[in-house]
């Protein structure tokens, strides 16, 4: 998780606030990547607790990536990730043992008691030093945030947007990609996050880009009547990526990687993406 907007540390903690209310309802359907059988392979794989997979995630945990705190349901994007890769390496849904964890605690040094943790972890060169992960199981998108009273909250395309004012933070991945789909007259530039969500709250602007998960933030617990317009198209390019949490040389690195892989390589992930992120938080893909 990227900690230059100071309002994304808080970001997985205040969004208990409302998140929790307003993602508790149960999609029509899960995929069906949740295992039934064990195979051989997972009684092959050094774990922490022979014949079981221990994960970890955030005490609490939070919608839309576990849906209602209750990582065991499989229902919300991170809890169907970690099953879809149980499935993968081979452990039935039973074999799976859930625990919680402290953020910061995690990324820290030193032995786990589990055998990978998944809570919008970001891959960096920093953490890398302390911890392992494997390849990026999502990389976050930008989306356009507004308030229920500005001027772009009925907006449905590009083009709605095209007579408005974004704004954005200078140099971040979010102005770039605002640039590439509205047009460098139409973006205000801001030197902070922070800023510009400042900006919108006085009107000074009709909307801003950010990643998306920070969006659920802005929207659930800072902004009033805050509102997700939709993601801009082909904005996954040069995102935060986030991995599954290993200890440094664990043994699961390798395996736990090739099933993130393979998942990718199937579809899978980007299915689960759109089922728990997209359709489930309504934030369509802005044309």
Not at 67 to 74: K, M, Q, R, T, V
């Amino acid at each position: 998780m990227s900690l230059s907007f100071k309002l994304r540390g808080a970001a997985l903690t205040a969004v208990a606030l409302v998140a929790m209310a307003g993602c508790s309802s149960t999609p029509e359907e899960t995929p069906s990547s949740t295992p039934t059988t064990s195979t051989p392979a997972a009684v092959e794989l050094e774990t922490f607790t022979e014949g079981k997979l221990t994960i970890a995630t955030g005490e609490p945990a939070f919608s839309p990536w576990v849906l209602n705190d209750a990582p065991e349901s499989g229902e919300g994007f991170e809890a169907a990730v970690a099953y879809a890769v149980a499935e993968q390496l081979g452990f039935a849904a039973e074999d799976v043992v859930w625990v919680r964890t402290p953020f910061e605690s995690v990324i820290a040094p030193g032995p786990k008691d589990w055998d990978f943790n998944l809570q919008q972890f970001s891959i960096t060169d920093e953490r890398k030093a302390a911890v392992d992960f494997s390849s990026p199981y999502y990389t976050t998108s930008q989306v356009i945030v507004t308030t229920e009273a500005s001027k772009a909250a009925d907006a449905a395309s590009l083009a709605d947007l095209s007579a408005l004012t974004v704004g954005a933070s200078v140099g971040s991945t979010s102005y770039t990609a605002a640039v590439a789909q509205l047009g460098e007259g139409a973006v205000q530039v801001f030197n902070t996050n922070d800023e510009v969500v400042a900006a919108l709250q006085a009107g000074q602007i009709d909307a801003l880009v950010i990643d998306l998960p920070t969006g659920f933030y802005l929207r659930d617990a800072v902004l009033d009547g805050g509102k997700i317009v939709g993601q801009l198209p082909d904005s996954t390019e040069g995102g935060d990526q986030f991995g599954l949490l290993l200890a440094k040389g664990s043994p699961l690195t390798a395996p736990v990687t090739a099933a993130v892989d393979a998942l990718r390589e199937d579809g899978t992930l980007a299915a689960l993406e759109e089922q728990w992120l997209n359709s489930a938080e309504n934030v369509p893909v802005l044309q």
